[in-house]
């Protein structure tokens, strides 16, 4: 049992940064693979990132082409993404999630996103 709150989104230039933060909370997810899913409007939800809470990855989504870095602050308990070189295409919902190893991400935990919006 995983709660997952986004922050960070908001309204930033082509070619801007942003970074997104995750609070992640309840119990043990050490075992939890986390991460960040994107969706834009009449567009199919795509895969961001996503890390092994305890060690392993990270994996990026093909079209991010290195602008993005996922992270974790294990004191803070807090999944981070930050990305650079933002472009008008990187604009949608962004959604932090929590799943145990070896299971889908669509059975696991999600949190209630956070919105991007990157102008020309």
């Known amino acids: 049992q995983v709660q997952l709150v986004e922050s960070g989104g908001g309204l930033v230039q082509a070619g801007g940064s942003l970074r997104l933060s995750c609070a992640v909370s309840?119990?043990?997810?050490?075992?939890?693979?986390v991460g960040w899913f994107r969706q834009a409007p009449g567009k199919e939800r795509e895969f961001v990132a996503a890390?092994?809470?305890?060690?392993?990855?990270?994996f990026y989504g093909d079209s991010l082409k290195g602008r993005f870095t996922v992270s974790i602050d294990h004191i803070k308990n807090t999944l981070y993404l930050q990305m650079n070189n933002l472009r008008p295409e990187d604009t949608a919902v962004y959604y932090c999630?929590?799943?145990?190893?070896?299971?889908?991400?669509?059975?696991?935990?999600w949190g209630q996103g956070t919105r991007v919006t990157v102008s020309s």
């Open positions: 309840g119990r043990s997810f050490g075992r939890y693979v």
């Open positions: 999630t929590a799943a145990v190893q070896g299971t889908a991400a669509e059975s696991g935990s």
């Open positions: 890390i092994n809470w305890s060690g392993g990855g990270p």
